[in-house]
């Protein structure tokens, strides 16, 4: 069996994170491809709802990154983000997906690097969480 | 008002009806000597000392010119024989109550008696009991803390029941204004009170002298007016007082004027909002505010200044000059515990003070730094001047400022602990005065600010910058442009830069005459908003506004405020609100089809 | 008792009083003065009154506890009506044979006043040559009147000036009225008294207030005390004639502290007048308001001078001002006020009563009417004196006063208190009056008139009075509160033998810079007395300065006391009697004064017996060393 590669959903805001990774690009540092980046124009722009959303199509882990709390265009929408982020892990766990699935971080626009880590990180973690509990189509009866 | 016209000394006077002889001789630039007499007090007529000869047709008088009204037709000699011998006796008899009051030996000195024919009972008594104590705190202070006892010669000016009652009468306010118009020095302020007189420390010439209620910030103010501090004021406190009212010829002073909040609708607001300086005495190693001759920066800049409290001397709190000054830079900036930045400004006026204190006080100087920061015009050229007219220049951070000597040499000096790194050990300076390069922090109140006007703060507390590089003052909210020191620490040419581009970017705005919104904004479907107000709630920027439109409460957005963070889509229950081009539809396509291909 | 509503009603409550008095009644009157009740006469009246409940248990004899009667050397003075027969110093145990004589209309002999010049008894009060002489035209009703009660004044004649100025005159003839009189003020500074009303009159400002001086601060002035205890009616209804004058609806009375009889008298007075309706609203009905305050004073001469005294009616600290600005025109609370003194109010009900004209008969060309003097000191008839004004002092002095006790010569008259002066026998034949006083160098003041004969040191008295106004001064002003002091130090020095030449000149100088300077007339007047005694007995301070000496024998630092052998007899009375111990000597030896431990007292002197005048007094020359002990021991034998 071919080993499991872990499809991460990276919600990532316009002005920090989504610069971030395109500086990871332009620097040539290597990070996993198992990323799908959606682009928001801020971290609290990201709506529970895209999440269960992704986690529903099947993807083993969702990130969310945005600015730092001091950096962000809008003021707070890191802030906000936070709150959306604590609540959504109430859900998720009440629907069985285990902590690791959900990351959130920072990222300003000049870490391209430290991107580039969160993601190796993030696919080791799901590495070892395995395929989301999603993933699985229940059969019907036959 | 009519006019009177008199004759004093044979010069021809008008004054107003009511004035007095004194006060219109005054006015004709005639002295006639007083010492009970203060133009802010009622006329007491104790004293007699300003005694004059008024004569009606062949009949004279003698009568003191403080009280007399000064009458038309009335011929007044202010120094006839009559009045200059009455003169000299007054003179004689004060000079035995109050031998050495400096006020009556000038007079002696002034009228040619050198010494006095009367007994003395205290050689060592000051007051002449002129009563102006007494009479400015019951007439302009409004405490009467002090007043006459006894009658005649056990006449003296006390504190009710003093000494005699065992209950404390201290009304008394510690406002000095006894003390201060008392013509000998007779009144210690302890004797009356016990609470300690607080001298109102000016906040512009750094605590380093007293200011009044009243006051003119500095010579340069703008506007250039006085302004009243209500909190110090003795009229606040007690009612009475109006000495300035009474005095300004130019009716300026309206103690019924109160704050007035003015709104006034603007397209632009520059934020220039300065900053605050670091306060040194959270390092307590650097003994600040422990030692007397630890100074700030800003401080020595007030010493050195010709007008100010020393007149420009580099002075020690005991007033002697210094011998050698040490300036230790970096006291709070590019410090892990406190600043991790610099203050970019430290390094320069460092050596611009090391400079002063050779040329004024001559001192030796010990310049203690991490790196020398001369990136400007002539900077470097004058750090070289310096370092030729013999700054010694230490590398190293200062770890303590000490009085504890270890050597005779060090004895009753400050002593400058440091590493010097260049020469790889600490080394002990002595020295007289210390100044620390304290740093400059962002205001204690710009998180009100920042806040009032939506903008942010970076990490280092001073406001953020729409981009650091391309775009260094505006803000990420449109129309707040920030300049100066609130921004970062700047010295002068580069606040003045900011200064003028904060202006230009202002004025551009303003006369393009529109307004480009952002093209992501949010949106609202009034069909499905059930006005429930959590989109106005979360937004920052509050854009959106519930309102009752045709007996509906719906949300609408104020798409000039709008930045398009998406907050409000996040928490709107019924998705009415969405965000243009980022709409919950599109993300939610993204999602899809990202997780179906594999 | 209803309010009295029209002058007829008045009239009518007059003649009520009056039918119920018999004329023939046996009456007592005794003085209730102060002055006697120093004398006892509190005892006196009780007695009387258990004597009267003994022998006239029906009231046949009345009693009158009456104002003083001004005879105070003779107290306790009790006169029987309607024979007006006077007694003298009459004691408790008297009581039973006065109201039996009272009652027999008989006469007590022992108790009668004898004249000392001829000799003989005086029978009847004003026969007394004390009263012939005098002109009591304000002070007789005392002896009428039990200050209590309105009764008594109304019975003679009382408020009915008041009730002639409220219907019959208009305030401007009122005014006027006491124009024409020339009264002039009786309270030092004789300013014409209709001037100062009409001042105030014209002065802007409401309410007026007129006000009644009866600080009276000068030492041995009481005439003020004696008017407002014994008939303090007169002294009422004089204001009220004032303030209908001045259109002023509210009066004080300052009473100084130290005179509770008066204020207690006047107390009820102003009670008695409101529940009469002769004070208060509606006056006789006459539309006219007025009504009066007391004010107790605190103990202050000072507060005697009008600005003064009318900051102690605002509530403050008794000071004067300077008053280039008259109090007629701004004074209590800077509103109009016309102060005067107790005994100008007094002559009010009188001129309007009598007239102007009526008068004016009486006194001289500038000053008019009567004034009561307090003679007292070195005279043998000390009290109240009233003549009209221009009697000289001679008759004052010698007619009426008796002249000097002892046979001592006549020195000098001190008359204005410590703003007067010192007047010599060489003007005794001047006339009283304001003008005269002051053209010698004195002034009336309020009447006190000290007489001193050669036992006065004169420059004792000069010190003396500076002493008062030293400790009485306010210390506002430096000329008063300083240069009294360094006066008096300067006195105080030449009275105990340190004083130099240059003294006399320092004195004159500093007597110009306090005239010139003072803010009031306290340290205006105060060289007065330097300056008189200066004038007039220069030679006594020259000795003093230059002898060392005390021509009166009065200095004690400049007095020695020295018993002379030749005269001594040792019989031990002085040695006996002195209190310090200071006498040596025994039954046959020649007494001997220790000059170190005498004290001046002058016991020996008093006690030597007067055959053996041993004790003298000298002054001026070094005291004779005492004889050697053998030389002490007296010889008795043939003398």
Known sequence: MAEFEPQIIAFCCNWCTYAAADLAGTSRVQYPANVRIVRVMCSGMVNPIYVLKAFEGGTDGVLIAGCHLSDCHYIDGPTKCDEAVEKMRKTLHVLGLEDGRLRREMVAASEGVFFAKVIREMVEELKKLGPSPFKTKMEAPA | MSEVTLEIDGKKVTAEEGTTILEAARCAGIEIPTLCYHRALSPYGGCRICTVEIFRGRRSRLVTSCVYPAEDGL??????????????????????????????????????????????????????????CARVCEERVGVSAINFVGRGVERDVKTPYQGTVDIDFDVCIACGSCASICPTGAI???????????????????????????????????????????????????????????????????????????????????????????DPSV?????????????????????????????????????????????????????????????????????????????????????????????????????????????????????????????????????????????????????????????????????????????????????????????????????????????????????????????GKALSLISKGTVTLEAAISTIDESICHGCGRCEEICTFSAPKVADKDGKLVSSINEALCKGCGSCAVVCPTGAVSIRHFTQDEILAQVSALTEAK | MPRLKSSAELEKLRQKILSKRDPDRPTIAICSGTGCHAYGSEKVNAALEKELK?????????????????????????????????????????????????????????????DPTTGKKVTHQSDIPFYKHQNQLIFGNNRQIDPKSIDDY???????????????????????????????????????????????????????????????????????????????????????????????????????????????????????AEEHGLLGENILGSGFDFKVKLHRGAGAFVSGESSALMTAIEGK??????????????????????????????????????????????????????KIFSLVGKVNNTGLVEV?????????????????????????????????????????????????????????????????????????????????????SCGKCTPCREGI??????????????????????????????????????????????????????????????????????????????????????????????????????????????????????????????????VVKISGEPVPPPLADDERVLVRGKE
């Open chain 3, 154 to 272: 109304i019975s003679l004649g009382g408020y009915s000036a008041l009730s002639k100025a409220l219907f019959q005159m208009s305030p401007e003839e009122v005014m006027e009225e006491v124009k024409r009189a020339g009264l002039r003020g009786r309270g030092g500074g004789g300013f014409p008294t209709g001037r100062k009303w009409q001042t105030t009159r014209d002065a802007a400002g409401e309410p007026k207030y007129v006000i009644v001086n009866c600080d009276e601060g000068d030492p041995g002035a009481y005439m003020d005390r004696s008017i407002t205890e014994g008939n303090p009616h007169c002294v009422i209804e004089g204001l009220a004639i004032g303030a209908y004058a001045i259109g002023s609806h509210e009066g004080f009375i300052y009473v100084r502290q130290e005179y509770p009889l008066a204020v207690d008298n006047l107390i009820i007075a102003i009670e008695q």
């Open chain 2, 75 to 132: 011929v007044v000699n202010t120094k006839s024989d009559n009045v200059i011998r009455d003169r000299k006796v007054l003179i004689e008899l004060m000079l035995a109550k109050a031998p050495k009051a400096k006020a009556i030996q000038d007079l002696a000195r002034e009228y040619g008696i050198k010494e006095t024919r009367f007994k003395t009972e205290d050689p060592d008594n000051l007051c002449i009991l002129c009563g102006m």
């Open chain 2, 283 to 503: 390092i307590p190693q650097y003994g600040y505010r422990r030692y007397d001759n630890v100074i700030t920066g800003l401080e020595f800049e007030r010493l050195s200044c010709a007008a100010g409290p020393t007149e420009g001397k580099i002075l020690l709190k005991d007033g002697r000059q210094p011998e050698s000054v040490a300036l230790v830079h970096c006291v709070g900036s590019r410090d892990q515990n406190y600043h991790e930045y610099c203050s970019r400004v430290c390094c320069m006026y460092a050596l611009k003070y090391a400079h002063l204190a050779k040329e004024l006080a001559g001192a030796d100087v010990y310049q203690f730094y991490i790196d020398m920061r001369c990136f400007g015009e002539g900077y470097e050229e004058f750090y070289k001047r310096c370092s030729e007219e013999g700054v010694n220049f230490i590398r190293g951070k200062v770890a303590k400022v000490t009085d504890e000597a270890i050597t005779d040499e060090e004895k009753g000096k400050l002593i400058v602990v440091s590493e010097d790194t260049l020469l790889g050990k600490m080394v002990r300076v002595p020295v007289d005065m210390v100044v620390l390069c304290s740093a400059l922090e962002a205001r204690s109140d710009a998180e009100d600010v920042a806040k009032l006007l939506t903008i942010n703060r970076r990490a280092d507390g001073f406001f953020l910058e729409r981009h650091v590089k391309l775009d260094p003052v505006a803000t990420p909210t449109d129309g707040v442009f920030i300049a100066g020191c609130c921004e970062a620490p700047r010295d002068i040419p580069d606040t003045v830069a900011q200064a003028e581009a904060t202006a």
């Open chain 3, 485 to 614: 002091k360094q006066m008096l130090d300067i006195l105080t020095d030449i009275c105990a033998g340190r004083g130099i030449e240059a003294d006399i000149e320092l004195l004159e100088e500093l007597s110009e810079v306090l005239r010139d300077t003072s803010l009031c007339a306290l340290g205006g007047t105060a060289p007065n007395p330097v300056l008189t005694t200066l004038q007039y007995f220069r030679d006594e301070y020259e000795a003093h300065i230059k002898e060392k000496r005390c021509p009166a024998y009065v200095c004690k630092d400049l007095v020695a006391y020295y018993i002379d052998p030749a005269k001594c007899k040792a019989c031990m009375i002085c040695l006996r009697n002195c209190p310090a111990d200071a006498i040596s000597g025994g039954k046959d030896t020649i007494h001997v004064v220790d000059q170190g431990k005498c004290t001046k007292c002058g016991n020996c002197l008093d006690t030597c017996p007067a055959r053996f005048n041993a």
């Open chain 3, 388 to 472: 009209p004004m221009g009697v000289t002092l001679r008759d004052i002095v010698y007619k009426i006063g008796g002249g000097i006790p002892g046979g001592k010569k006549f020195k000098a008259v001190q008359t204005g208190g410590p703003s007067g002066g010192c007047i010599p026998e060489q003007f005794l034949d001047s006339r009283v009056d304001f003008d005269e006083l002051a053209r010698l160098g004195s002034m009336m003041g309020s009447g006190g008139m000290i007489v001193m004969d050669e036992g006065t040191c004169m420059v004792d008295t000069a010190r003396y009075f500076l002493e008062f106004l030293a400790d009485e």
């Open chain 3, 317 to 370: 600290v008794g000071e004067p001002r300077p008053k280039y600005i008259h109090t007629s025109e701004k004074g209590v609370w800077d509103r109009p006020s016309c102060l005067n003194n107790v005994e100008t109010w007094a002559n009010v009900p009188l001129i309007i009563s009598g007239g102007a004209m009526s008068y004016a008969s009486i006194g001289t060309e500038g000053s008019k009417g009567t």
């Open chain 3, 54 to 114: 003994k022998q006239a248990p029906k009231g046949e004899v009345d009693i009158r506890r009456t104002g003083c009667h001004g005879f105070c050397e003779k107290g306790t003075l009790v006169v029987v009506y309607p024979d007006e027969i006077c007694y003298v110093n009459v004691k408790p145990e008297d009581a039973a044979e006065v109201v039996r004589s009272a009652i027999d209309h008989k006469i007590i002999d022992r108790l009668l006043y004898v």
């Open chain 2, 188 to 278: 210690k302020l302890e004797d009356i009170t016990a609470k300690k007189p607080a001298p109102i420390l000016s906040e512009f010439e750094m605590g380093l002298d007293s200011r009044a209620p009243i006051y003119i910030p500095f010579p340069q103010a703008i506007p250039n007016v006085a302004t009243l501090d209500r909190s110090q004021c003795v009229h606040f406190a007690t009612g009475k007082c109006r000495i300035c009212e009474e005095i300004c010829g130019a009716d300026a002073i309206n103690f019924e004027q109160e704050d007035e909040v003015i709104e006034i609708e603007v397209g632009t607001i520059i934020v220039a909002t300065g900053y605050d300086q670091f």
